[in-house]
Structure formats: structure tokens, C-alpha cells
């Protein structure tokens, strides 16, 4: 079947792309380079098997992919709190929240379009292709060679949250909205008493 | 890795975001589109910030930025579990009542 073939050619192509990710990196930055490589397989990876797949379910655990592999890249980056807080909110809590949505999306597997997506993907890529050359043509980056150790800065950054002339408006501000958002969510998806099921009003049905 | 391997990766993150949200038909795909999109842009935000001397400025930014993700995705799934009930569907294209 044609489809099958796509399916097919598609995640050849994705284990194509991931051997040659990581054999870069260890090209490029030995152990270290790895690390990127895989992390950055992960994430991508898992956000095109996102957009291509046609079932809900499986994009849904797909994005468990992509969320742990920037988890990763943090931790790659020396933000390790940044790297645990990200599995738990994305991987523990967003991610349960949208496969709660998945369960009330009808299954429609007739939905994805392959032509769509796949003139979706040519047009953001060269985009982003086109942009990068641009951009690389003019700025020098920095190199991780000049770069000192990263620190674990855990206890910095709580002190920052409740310092005067650190983030204190932003943390109370952010908590306000967190109370609002929750209170706001359950009063929006919560069932109306008139939706429930009158026996008055349903009459022989 | 230099800077410019991690912006790669957040720029292609951010393109499939886009691509999630245009391509598909389902208020569930657009919803996991933005999360890709946060994501990209606190890839940026961390990768600036170790980049650019360590301090702790875009650490912290990246923190609000999942603060506020989370709340956006309980709101944004308790207008989609409404959407269901009025519209009977999910097709973002099917909630037209402001149309004429």
C-alpha cells in the first residue's frame, strides 16, 4: 500500500538521519558530541514523528520524545534544574493533560493529509535553512571551548525567586496566575449543572 | 558543541511546531505545536544564557516560560473539552459561530 511505503521510507529516513546526527557529533566533539547527537535526535526526531503520524495516540507519546530530549540539551547546557523541572512539568504534567485531550478527539486517521504535511515541512525547513545560511554567514558564534564549567546554581536560583532585586514581582505574579489559571480551567471544563442528564427534559428518550 | 549546533536544533524545533500547527486538523495537534514552540525558544533562552557568560537571567526566563506553558495547556484543554461539547468536534475549522 501506498501508505505503508511513506511509513516506511519515512522512518528509514529518520534512522538515517539519527546514525548520521550522531556520527557528527563524535566527528565533531568526541563523547560530548554524542550527547548533543542523541539529545538532539530525540528531540527532533520526536516532533517529526509528531507531525507525520496519523494517530492522536501516538504523537501524543512521541512528544515525550522531544520533551526529554531538551531536558537533555539542558542538562548538556549546565542548567540542571532547568533539566529535572522540564521532565516533570512537560513529561509528568503536560504531557498527561494532552492525552487526557487525546482521549476526547474522536479517531480520525483520515484527518492527517499527507500532501499537507509534507509541503508543511519543505516550506518551514527551507525557511529555517534559508535563514540559518543567512544568519551564519554574518554572526560568529561562540565555541564551547572558551567557556568555563558549568555550576549547579539550585540554591541561586531560589534565592533569586525571593530577592528583592532579584525575580520577587515575577515569582508572586506567576503563582497568581498559576491559582487563576487552575481556577479558571476547572470553571471553564467543568460540566454545567443544565448540561447533566433532566429527566424532565430528556422525556422518552 | 558551539552556540550555533543548539540554535539549529531550536530553529528546526520551532519549524515542526509550525508545521504541527498548520498541517493538521485537530485542536489537540495545535496544542502540541505551541508546547514545541516554548520549547524551541527556551532552548535559545538557555543556550544564550550559558553562552553569554553563565549569569542567571535566561535560566530564570526559561523557568517562568514552563510556568506559564502549564497554565496555558490547562486553560487551552479546558476550551478545547468545551469546544467538543458545543461544536461536537475538534476541527479548529468547525468553530465558525462569529462568521456572519
Redesign the interface.
Same mark, same amino acid.
Not at chain 1, 554524542?34 to 492522536?56: D, H, K, P, Q, Y
Not at chain 1, 527551507?126 to 561562540?142: I, L, P, R
Given at each position: 500500500m501506498d501508505t505503508d511505503k511513506a511509513q516506511r521510507a519515512f522512518y528509514a529516513l529518520l534512522g538515517v538521519a539519527t546514525l548520521g546526527l550522531l556520527g557528527w557529533?563524535a566527528s565533531?566533539?568526541g563523547a560530548?558530541?554524542v550527547a %548533543?547527537g542523541l539529545f =538532539?535526535a530525540l528531540?527532533?526526531g520526536g $516532533?517529526?514523528i509528531? /507531525?507525520w503520524e496519523r494517530s492522536?495516540v501516538r $504523537?501524543?507519546f512521541s512528544?515525550m520524545a522531544? %520533551?526529554t530530549g531538551?531536558a537533555g540539551? %539542558?542538562l !548538556?547546557?549546565?542548567?540542571d %534544574?532547568?533539566a529535572v523541572?522540564?521532565i516533570l512539568?512537560?513529561v509528568g504534567?503536560?504531557l498527561a493533560?494532552?492525552l487526557?485531550?487525546?482521549m476526547? $478527539?474522536p479517531p *480520525?486517521l483520515a484527518?492527517?493529509?499527507l500532501s499537507?504535511?509534507l $509541503?508543511?515541512?519543505v516550506l518551514?525547513?527551507g525557511? /529555517?535553512a534559508w /535563514?540559518?545560511a543567512k544568519v551564519?554567514s554574518t554572526v560568529t558564534? =561562540?565555541?564551547?571551548g572558551e !567557556?568555563?564549567e558549568?555550576?549547579t546554581?539550585v540554591d541561586?536560583?531560589g534565592v533569586?525567586f525571593l530577592d528583592p532585586d532579584g525575580?520577587v514581582v515575577?515569582f508572586e505574579l506567576?503563582a497568581m496566575?498559576?491559582t487563576?489559571?487552575?481556577v479558571?480551567?476547572?470553571?471553564?471544563?467543568r460540566?454545567k449543572a443544565s *448540561?447533566l442528564t433532566d429527566p424532565r427534559t430528556e422525556g422518552g428518550a | 558543541m558551539g552556540l550555533g549546533a543548539y540554535i539549529a536544533v531550536s530553529a528546526v524545533l520551532f519549524a515542526l511546531g509550525v508545521v504541527c500547527i498548520i498541517s493538521r486538523r485537530n485542536m489537540i495537534y495545535v496544542l502540541m505545536g505551541i508546547e514545541m514552540i516554548l520549547n524551541a525558544a527556551n532552548i535559545n533562552f538557555v543556550a544564550f544564557n550559558r553562552f553569554n557568560g553563565d549569569a542567571m537571567d535566561g535560566r530564570m526566563f526559561a523557568i517562568f516560560v514552563i510556568i506559564l506553558a502549564a497554565a496555558e495547556a490547562a486553560v487551552a484543554l479546558g476550551i478545547v473539552l468545551n469546544v467538543y461539547h458545543l461544536f461536537e468536534s475538534i476541527k479548529p475549522s468547525d468553530v465558525d459561530l462569529m462568521r456572519d
Amino acid at each position: 500500500m501506498d501508505t505503508d511505503k511513506a511509513q516506511r521510507a519515512f522512518y528509514a529516513l529518520l534512522g538515517v538521519a539519527t546514525l548520521g546526527l550522531l556520527g557528527w557529533g563524535a566527528s565533531s566533539a568526541g563523547a560530548g558530541g554524542v550527547a %548533543f547527537g542523541l539529545f =538532539a535526535a530525540l528531540t527532533i526526531g520526536g $516532533s517529526l514523528i509528531c /507531525v507525520w503520524e496519523r494517530s492522536v495516540v501516538r $504523537s501524543a507519546f512521541s512528544l515525550m520524545a522531544t %520533551f526529554t530530549g531538551v531536558a537533555g540539551l %539542558f542538562l !548538556l547546557l549546565g542548567a540542571d %534544574f532547568l533539566a529535572v523541572a522540564q521532565i516533570l512539568i512537560y513529561v509528568g504534567g503536560i504531557l498527561a493533560l494532552i492525552l487526557f485531550g487525546v482521549m476526547l $478527539s474522536p479517531p *480520525d486517521l483520515a484527518e492527517r493529509k499527507l500532501s499537507r504535511v509534507l $509541503s508543511a515541512l519543505v516550506l518551514l525547513l527551507g525557511a /529555517v535553512a534559508w /535563514v540559518g545560511a543567512k544568519v551564519s554567514s554574518t554572526v560568529t558564534w =561562540a565555541t564551547a571551548g572558551e !567557556l568555563p564549567e558549568p555550576t549547579t546554581k539550585v540554591d541561586e536560583i531560589g534565592v533569586a525567586f525571593l530577592d528583592p532585586d532579584g525575580y520577587v514581582v515575577a515569582f508572586e505574579l506567576a503563582a497568581m496566575i498559576l491559582t487563576a489559571a487552575l481556577v479558571a480551567a476547572v470553571y471553564i471544563a467543568r460540566r454545567k449543572a443544565s *448540561d447533566l442528564t433532566d429527566p424532565r427534559t430528556e422525556g422518552g428518550a | 558543541m558551539g552556540l550555533g549546533a543548539y540554535i539549529a536544533v531550536s530553529a528546526v524545533l520551532f519549524a515542526l511546531g509550525v508545521v504541527c500547527i498548520i498541517s493538521r486538523r485537530n485542536m489537540i495537534y495545535v496544542l502540541m505545536g505551541i508546547e514545541m514552540i516554548l520549547n524551541a525558544a527556551n532552548i535559545n533562552f538557555v543556550a544564550f544564557n550559558r553562552f553569554n557568560g553563565d549569569a542567571m537571567d535566561g535560566r530564570m526566563f526559561a523557568i517562568f516560560v514552563i510556568i506559564l506553558a502549564a497554565a496555558e495547556a490547562a486553560v487551552a484543554l479546558g476550551i478545547v473539552l468545551n469546544v467538543y461539547h458545543l461544536f461536537e468536534s475538534i476541527k479548529p475549522s468547525d468553530v465558525d459561530l462569529m462568521r456572519d
